[in-house]
C-alpha cells in the first residue's frame, strides 16, 4: 500500500504535469479535490478565487451540491463570512471546529448543516506578490481540528492552487494582449480577423461595417495624447453598447470593424450605423475640455458586395473613404459606382501631384471691383492647372484633390509663391493693385505654420504682408480647434494681412463665426446675388448683411455679379465692392496686368481692408 506522502508527492507530480500542459484551471482544480480527498477519506475539499471585486467565486467543489455552491457564487468577502470569506478577508488561514456554534458561520448556518458540513478550515491561496487570489478549503462532517497528515495536504494543496491560478492568469493576460485591444477592451485586429474568416468560410450572411473617428489627429495635435485615447475608449465604449448582439473591434489607431451576424439585408445595418451615428451625440470632458465624438461608417453586405472577406472589407473600405470625402460624419453602404470614383479621384491626385512637381499649379486672377465707378480695388487669386498638353483647368476639376491634406497644404504654398512674384513684378512696373486675396484650407491652418509660411513667402518677394488678403471658407472653421483657428487669424492681422470670409451664408452658422473668429471682410454667396432680380428675399437678406457689416466693421463684396442690373441693384443697396463674369472671369497674370493698367484705383486712394487705411467710400 502507497504511503501517505507518496501519494501526496505523486498528486503534486501529477496536478504540476497538468498545469505545465496547458490543462483548463477548473480542470485541474477538480482533479486535486479529488486527488486530496482520496488520501484524507472523509475530507470535502473545495477552492475558490476572488475576483476583482473581492467576491468569491467557486471554481471547484466536485463534492459538494451544486445549490451550495451557488450560494457562495457572488459573495463578498468579509469579516464574517464563514471560513473562505473570513479567511480571504483577513490573509491568514481561519480554522472553524463547530460551525454550529462560530459566529462566522451564523449567516450561513441553515446552508451547511443540513448538508452535514459541521467544521471548515479555510487558508488563503496568495500569489507570489502578495495578492489573496482565492482559498482552498477542507470540511468536515464531525465537529474538529485539521490532523497532521490533512495539514500537510492543504500545505502542498495550496501551494499547487497559488502556481495553478497564477498560471491561467499570465495565460488569460496573454490572450487578452493577442486578442483584445488594451485601451478599449474591444476585441482587436487578430480576433476580427479570424471572425471575418470563419464567417466567409462557413457561408453565413453577415454585415461589415469599417468606423473612423473624425478628426482624432487634431485632438491628439492640440490636447495631446491623452485626450485622444480618451476620446477612443469613450468611442468604443459607445459602440460596444449601441451595437448588441454584433462583434465591435478595435483595429488600429481610430478604427473600428463591427461584423454584423445574420444580416441579411441592408436596413438592418442601416438601422445599426444610425444607432452608432446617434450614440456619439453627448460630448465628453477631458481635462476641462470638452471633446465632441464623431465617426464616419462605411459598410459592405457579405455576398451583395463581396464574395469573400478580401472583397468585402475592400469594398466597405471604399464606401469609408467616400463617405470621409463626401459625407463625412454619416453613413455609406458600398455601391459599385464607388470603384470608379475612387479610381477617378486617384488619377486626379496623382495628376494634381505631377503639376504641383513639375509647377504647373498657377494663379488666374479675377478684379474685385468698385461698382460705382468700375475701378479695380483688388484680386481674387485663383487655382488653375496647366496639364501637359496646355489647357487650363478649374480648381473645380480637381478639387477632389485637394481634400488630401498634404497636398492642399502644397498648392497653398505655390500658389502664394506665384502671387508674391506676380505682385514683386506688379510693384516694380509701379501698378497699383492694392490687395490680393488667397484662398486657403484647413490643411494650413493644422499644419500651424501659415503665417510664418506666408511671412517667409512674400518677404522673399519682397512685398509688404499688407499686399495679402487670406481667404476662408466655413470648412475651416469646422476643420479646426476654434482658439486655434482664431489665433493664426489674429497673427495674419497682426502682420498686417487681413482675413476674408467666403462664400457667406452657405453655411450652418456663419452669424456665430463672426462673434467667434477676427474677420475683416465678408464675401456674399454668388446664391444671393443671383437671385437678387427674383424676389424680395435675397435682398431683404443683402440689406441685412450690410447693415450689420457696416455696424461691426467690416467690408462686404457681393461675390458672381453677372448682368448690369444686379450691379446697380447692389450699389443702390449699398453695396459697394463686387466680381464677377459681368467685369472679367479669372484671367492669367499677363492680362490683369492689362487691367491695372486701365482701371486700377489711384495709387493714393484708400483700400479694401480695413484697419489699413480710410473707409473705401
Known amino acids: 500500500m502507497t504511503r501517505p506522502s507518496g501519494r501526496l508527492q505523486a498528486l503534486q507530480n501529477d496536478i504540476l504535469e497538468d498545469i505545465a500542459r496547458g490543462e483548463p484551471l477548473a480542470a485541474c482544480m477538480e482533479r486535486l479535490c479529488h486527488r486530496a480527498e482520496a488520501i484524507s477519506p472523509g475530507v470535502i475539499c473545495s477552492v475558490v478565487t476572488v475576483d476583482d471585486q473581492q467576491r468569491l467565486q467557486p471554481l471547484a467543489s466536485p463534492s459538494l451540491p451544486a445549490h451550495y455552491v451557488s450560494c457562495i457564487k457572488g459573495l463578498p468577502a468579509g469579516p464574517q463570512v464563514g471560513s473562505c470569506g473570513t479567511a480571504v478577508h483577513r490573509g491568514e488561514p481561519v480554522e472553524v471546529v463547530d460551525i454550529a456554534t462560530d459566529p462566522l458561520w451564523a449567516p450561513y448556518i441553515s446552508l451547511a448543516l443540513p448538508l452535514g458540513l459541521r467544521a471548515c478550515w479555510s487558508t488563503p491561496i496568495k500569489a507570489r506578490d502578495g495578492r489573496v487570489v482565492g482559498a482552498f478549503a477542507f470540511y468536515f462532517t464531525k465537529p474538529r481540528r485539521a490532523r497532521e497528515l490533512e495539514r500537510q495536504i492543504v500545505a502542498t494543496c495550496v501551494h499547487l492552487c497559488a502556481i495553478a491560478i497564477e498560471h491561467d492568469e499570465v495565460r488569460t493576460r496573454n490572450h487578452r494582449l493577442a486578442y483584445f485591444d488594451t485601451l478599449t477592451g474591444l476585441p482587436n485586429r487578430s480576433q476580427f480577423n479570424g471572425a471575418i474568416a470563419e464567417m466567409s468560410a462557413a457561408g453565413r450572411s453577415y454585415g461589415l461595417m469599417l468606423i473612423d473617428i473624425d478628426h482624432l489627429k487634431l485632438v491628439n495635435d492640440t490636447l495631446g495624447h491623452a485626450a485622444g485615447d480618451t476620446l477612443i475608449a469613450q468611442v468604443g465604449a459607445r459602440l460596444d453598447a449601441a451595437l448588441t448582439g454584433c462583434l465591435t473591434c478595435r483595429i488600429g489607431g481610430d478604427e473600428f470593424a463591427v461584423l454584423i451576424s445574420d444580416c441579411e439585408g441592408p436596413v438592418r445595418m442601416r438601422a445599426l450605423a444610425t444607432a452608432a451615428l446617434a450614440a456619439m451625440a453627448p460630448p465628453l470632458e477631458h481635462d476641462g475640455h470638452t471633446l465632441q465624438p464623431g465617426i464616419t461608417i462605411g459598410g459592405a453586405l457579405a455576398g451583395a458586395d463581396g464574395l469573400d472577406s ?43 501631384n505631377g503639376a504641383l512637381g513639375d509647377e504647373r499649379i498657377i494663379p488666374y ?5 468698385r461698382l460705382d465707378t468700375a475701378e479695380v480695388v483688388g484680386l481674387e487669386a485663383l487655382a488653375r492647372m496647366r496639364r501637359d498638353d496646355g489647357r487650363i483647368v478649374t480648381a473645380g476639376e480637381f478639387q477632389d484633390a485637394l481634400r488630401d491634406p498634404k497636398i492642399a497644404h502644397r498648392t497653398t504654398t505655390q500658389m502664394l509663391t506665384a502671387v508674391a512674384a506676380d505682385m514683386a513684378e506688379w510693384r516694380a512696373s509701379g501698378l497699383n493693385f492694392q490687395h490680393v486675396a488667397v484662398n486657403v484650407t484647413s490643411a494650413d491652418f493644422q499644419k500651424g505654420d501659415l503665417v510664418q509660411r506666408a511671412a517667409r513667402i512674400l518677404e522673399k518677394a519682397a512685398v509688404p504682408m499688407r499686399h495679402l488678403v487670406v481667404e476662408v471658407t466655413e470648412q475651416v472653421f469646422m476643420g479646426g480647434r476654434k482658439d486655434g483657428v482664431a489665433r493664426t487669424m489674429e497673427a495674419l492681422r497682426a502682420c498686417g494681412s487681413p482675413v476674408a470670409l467666403d462664400d457667406f451664408g452657405t453655411g450652418f452658422a456663419s452669424l456665430t463665426h463672426l462673434l467667434d473668429f477676427p474677420i475683416d471682410i465678408i464675401k456674399i454667396d454668388r446664391s444671393f446675388v443671383g437671385s437678387i432680380d427674383s424676389g424680395t428675399r435675397s435682398e431683404i437678406i443683402i440689406e441685412a448683411l450690410l447693415t450689420m457689416t457696416h455696424r461691426l466693421g467690416m467690408k462686404i463684396v457681393a461675390e458672381g455679379i453677372e448682368t448690369q442690373a444686379q450691379a446697380e441693384r447692389l450699389a443702390e443697396m449699398g453695396c459697394l465692392l463686387g466680381q464677377g463674369y459681368l467685369y472679367s472671369p479669372a484671367v492669367p497674370a499677363s492680362v490683369i496686368r492689362e487691367w491695372l493698367l486701365r482701371f486700377a484705383r489711384p495709387a493714393q486712394a484708400p483700400a479694401l481692408a480695413p484697419g489699413l487705411v480710410a473707409d473705401a467710400a
Do not use: C, W
Request: aromatic share 8%; net charge positive.
Open 365 to 369: 486672377y479675377q478684379p474685385v471691383i
Open 310 to 352: 478580401v472583397t468585402l472589407r475592400q469594398n466597405a473600405d471604399l464606401a469609408l473613404y467616400h463617405a470621409k470625402e463626401t459625407r463625412r460624419g454619416r453613413y455609406v453602404r458600398f455601391r459599385r459606382q464607388l470603384r470608379s470614383a475612387m479610381m477617378q479621384r486617384l488619377h486626379v491626385r496623382q495628376d494634381v
